[in-house]
């Protein structure tokens, strides 16, 4: 993997100045920590996302690239096997990559929480009775993993758009899904304690207590999260696109949902041109 940037034009989507084809605006910006690189299928996101981690790891002292796309393009990129766990680019020394699998495994989620028998089980029927909380669920353990990692910056190379949008409402959908919880847990959650005690015995663990205990420390991680994506300093997203009118009419519809999702997207890449 050459550390030269792809030949496109990256262009300041906030109107004027440079461009260049260069995304050196959001190499010199020490304090991002979340850098999303999205759009349409085809147009290129994974060479750009990975040719902005190679420049991202001259300059930072840890770089983690992470795949969101079903269709992972990470391991053929790098010529080299990634799986869910990150792994050292080979020739870097500063460098991981991994590949999430969007599909949610509960079971994975249950081992990673310290879960199992009837807590687990609990953490199960929650993830199956919130429309959208399970895959929420998912992402807030891998954002819990990689936050404990503390690599200065975390490039992801996601799936096309509509996946992508999804993606980025996880945070919010989780949020109020655990919120819901929290409620049920402070009106019923010391009956429910009780009754559990009765059909289990005096000594029984607190089951739901201990998976509602583990289900809070998801949710702090995912407002933490939820607040630095919303932080203009710390996260930012640049589209990729093609010359073409579906690219570019898909770019402009995925630039004005980040604008409603409040995160931040200065830059676009356009791919498949020369630079003068």
């Known amino acids: 993997m050459s550390a030269a940037p792809p030949a496109a034009a990256a262009v300041d989507a906030d109107g004027g100045g440079d461009l260049a084809p260069t995304l050196q605006n959001v190499i010199d910006q020490r304090a991002l920590k979340w850098i999303f690189v999205g759009g349409k299928g085809g147009v290129g996101k994974t060479t750009t996302s990975c040719s902005l981690a190679v420049r991202l790891a001259a300059a930072r002292d ?27 680019v080979e020739g870097f020394a500063n460098l991981y990559a991994m590949e999430v699998d969007p599909t949610p495994d509960v ?90 005690r009765m059909v289990s015995g005096p000594d029984a663990p607190d089951v739901l207590g201990a998976a509602l205990e583990r289900l809070d420390e998801l949710r702090r991680v995912v407002e933490e999260v939820n607040a630095q994506f919303r932080n203009p300093e710390m996260t930012t997203f640049v589209a990729v696109c093609i010359p073409e009118f579906l690219s570019l009419y898909e770019t402009e519809r995925l630039v004005q949902e980040l604008a409603r999702f409040e995160i931040d997207c200065r830059n676009v890449v356009i791919n498949q041109v020369s630079a003068p």
């Open 62 to 88: 840890s770089v983690l690239i992470i795949s969101t796309d079903p269709a992972h393009n990470l391991s053929d990129a790098f010529r080299q096997k990634f799986t869910r766990h990150p792994t050292l």
């Open 107 to 196: 079971s994975e989620l249950e081992a990673a929480e310290g879960l199992g028998g009837e807590a687990g089980s609990f953490i199960a029927d929650i993830s199956s009775s919130i429309p959208g909380i399970d895959e929420a669920m998912s992402f807030a353990e891998v954002m819990k993993r990689v936050q404990s990692m503390e690599h200065s910056c975390i490039v992801f190379d996601t799936a096309p758009t509509g996946h992508t949008l999804r993606l980025l409402q996880f945070p919010t959908t989780l949020e109020k899904g655990l919120a819901k919880l929290a409620q049920l847990r402070d009106s019923f959650g010391g009956m429910l304690s009780g009754v559990s």
